[in-house]
């Protein structure tokens, strides 16, 4: 019993202080659209943004805290995410006749819609699985 008790105590040592790892997340940039255009984070991941427009191209967030800085065809830029971050982002020279940025990009620091379907597909199952009386 000792020894069970000794095993459980250090794998739960282990798993509590096993830090999470950052994310890499990856951003196409084409030249209408990001690709995907929102993207899920959380402090410490990091942002690689690849050219794919086949021109050199930067992108800026709106209030140009953050910017890949110019990036040649087929080269990437990463960066850092950091808490408090700007999180929308545009192509520059994508602005539209009023000046408006037209290829646009979202950094959410909520989760993922997916991951939130996960849960609330399974509570379903579960619920359609109890008979009806």
């Not at 646009?104 to 989760?111: H, K, N, P, R, Y």
């Not at 849960?119 to 579960?126: D, W």
């Amino acid at each position: 019993m000792l020894r069970k008790t000794t095993l459980m105590a250090g794998l739960a040592t282990l798993f509590i202080s096993t830090p999470v790892q950052a994310l890499e997340h990856e951003i196409l940039v084409l030249p209408d659209a990001y690709f995907p255009q929102t993207s899920y984070v959380t402090a410490g991941d990091t942002l690689i943004f690849f050219n794919e427009v086949g021109s050199s191209i930067t992108v800026t967030s709106i209030d140009e805290q953050w910017s890949t800085g110019p990036m040649g065809m087929d080269q990437s830029s990463i960066i850092p995410v950091s808490d408090g971050m700007t999180t929308d982002f545009y192509l520059e020279g994508s602005e539209d006749e009023n000046g408006v940025p037209a290829v646009t990009g979202i950094i959410s620091f909520v989760v993922a819609p997916l991951d939130r379907g996960t849960a609330n597909t399974e509570t379903e199952v579960e619920d359609q699985a109890q008979p009806v009386n």
